[in-house]
């Protein structure tokens, strides 16, 4: 009961994609070229895919949704997961896991990495990995920053570690509560081959989703008409997760 009041206490203190920040800048293509496979905006252009991504979940107002849309679509995307949140709803982190979807680690109480230092991204990382492997089996290689904010010395450790942190390079900003058809062209009016488009399915406090849920169906059906096939990062970036269920369960669309 002591943890539980512990999680309550820092949910509630949660200012989550309050302000994921803006496109990426010079700054981030220079890691980028620096962290080659270790940070990654987007992949190599000269495939049509894509990848939907969805931060800061789960969250019950809007994850579901959101997972209902991608299963009537027969979309798979990737979430990334805040600790805190999974201790609050461990069966929608399942469900997230059952409907085949990839899973990625945005910490576990979401603060701002340029702003702590090294061993405490380390547990952030850690505790939050270690939450999604009791609850679904294994502990995720895709790695989010918070606000996308990381510094050179923690994806030293990340490399280290095998991770890939991957930020955006199409951003929907959608945490600004925008309407469907803002959230649909600034995805694709930015969107090209190999793009990681950020998008959210979990909110603040009072935050308002319906945008995304809405405009979901036809950024999907958009993309799609524009030859362009989204994709879960892992398959995107050829990053293989050490599940022993996933490989199988769910190949590729098209594939036997
Ligand atoms: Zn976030």
Redesign the pocket.
């Known amino acids: 009961m002591v943890l539980l009041g512990a999680v309550t206490l820092l949910f509630s203190g949660l200012v ?2 309050a302000a ?1 920040k803006p496109p990426p800048g010079s700054e981030w293509s220079e890691l980028q070229r620096r962290y080659r496979g270790v940070f990654v905006l987007s992949a190599p252009r000269e495939s049509r895919k894509v990848a939907l991504t969805f ?2 979940v789960p969250d019950p107002r809007f994850t579901p949704q959101v997972l209902d849309v991608l299963n009537t679509k027969h979309v798979r995307a990737t979430f ?1 997961v ?1 600790g805190t949140r999974m201790l609050k709803h461990p069966d929608l982190l399942k469900r997230i896991d059952r409907d085949g979807h990839d899973i990625g680690n ?1 910490s576990y109480s ?1 603060p701002d990495f340029s702003r702590i230092p090294l061993d405490k991204v380390q547990q952030q990382i850690i505790r939050s990995e270690e939450i999604v492997e009791k609850l679904v089996g294994f502990k995720p290689k895709l790695v989010r920053p ?2 996308g904010e990381i510094r050179p010395a923690q994806l030293d450790w990340a490399k280290q570690q095998g991770y890939t942190v991957v930020n955006w390079d199409v951003d929907s900003r959608d945490w600004r509560q925008l309407t469907a058809d803002e959230v649909f062209r600034n995805v694709t009016s930015a969107v090209r081959p190999g793009s990681v488009i950020l998008m959210h399915a979990g909110g603040g406090e009072g935050q308002n989703l319906l945008g995304t849920v809405q405009a979901l169906p036809r950024i999907i059906d958009w993309l799609r008409n524009h030859h362009y096939e989204p994709v879960p990062l892992t398959e995107l970036l050829d990053v293989r997760e050490n599940r022993e269920d996933s490989t199988n369960l769910f190949p590729p669309f098209g594939l036997p």
């Open positions: 989550c994609s994921d931060d800061d990334f805040v945005h979401h918070p606000y």
